[in-house]
């Protein structure tokens, strides 16, 4: 049970493919699922703890029964993409927990702020 569950939409992309013609990458439709989650301001040890990449640009984490993943470069899968109070993150960390009762954690980078 999620304290305080607020309503978002996470965007979920397929496996990245190259065109043969530019060499360019293609970032495939996303699947669009409504969420719920429990959004909070990440505290000073908690930022602390982030990875340096992460570190500055996180804004939220949120908790969410709903898996969330991270990009992967082995098989090239971009990030989910959570859209919350109108502006679009990229889920930058997560953290499953699998105690009493199972969710996610995962921090949030404002999509315009993720590094490069």
């Given amino acids: ?5 607020k309503p978002a939409t996470l965007y979920r992309y397929g496996t990245e493919t190259q065109d043969p013609d530019t060499g360019r990458t293609i970032k495939p439709a996303a699947t669009e699922v409504d969420i719920t989650g429990s959004f909070q301001p ?5 930022r602390a703890a ?4 992460i570190r500055s640009s996180a804004r939220w984490k949120v908790y969410t029964e709903t898996e969330l993943q991270t990009s992967d470069q082995f098989d ?8 919350y109070l109108g502006d679009r993150y990229v889920v930058g960390q997560v953290e499953p927990r699998q105690s009493l009762i ?15």
């Fill in 1 to 5: 049970m999620l304290i305080n569950p």
């Fill in 42 to 46: 990440i505290s000073g040890t908690e």
């Fill in 50 to 53: 982030l990875p340096e990449g």
């Fill in 76 to 83: 090239k899968t971009p990030a989910d993409e959570i859209v």
């Fill in 102 to 116: 199972p969710h996610y954690k995962g921090y949030l980078i404002r999509e315009k702020e993720v590094p490069t």
